[in-house]
């Protein structure tokens, strides 16, 4: 449903669909701070989702702006 959504607005090999945890506006020791990253492994688990919302986000120099695209649940 989520491809055949988004079909025709992205050029090809242009969106990547991810999940954002967290997101970092500044860091004291970024060197370090990406050298700690590389190091951080999350095993892969499977899970069901019943729902989820679909937003885009766009960052700004104030803060990142964020818009509700749509809603799928089961």
Do not use: C, D, N, W
């Not at 967290?22 to 019943?50: D, G, M, N, W, Y």
């Amino acid at each position: 449903q989520i491809e055949h959504a988004l079909h025709g607005l992205f050029s090809p090999g242009h969106f990547h669909a991810h999940l954002t945890l967290a997101r970092v506006t500044s860091v004291e020791h970024k060197k370090e701070f990406k050298e700690l990253l590389k190091q951080v492994s999350v095993p892969p688990i499977e899970f069901e989702v019943k729902s989820f919302v679909l937003v885009a986000s766009t960052l700004t120099p104030q803060r990142p702006m964020y818009k509700l695209i749509a809603h799928y649940s089961q």
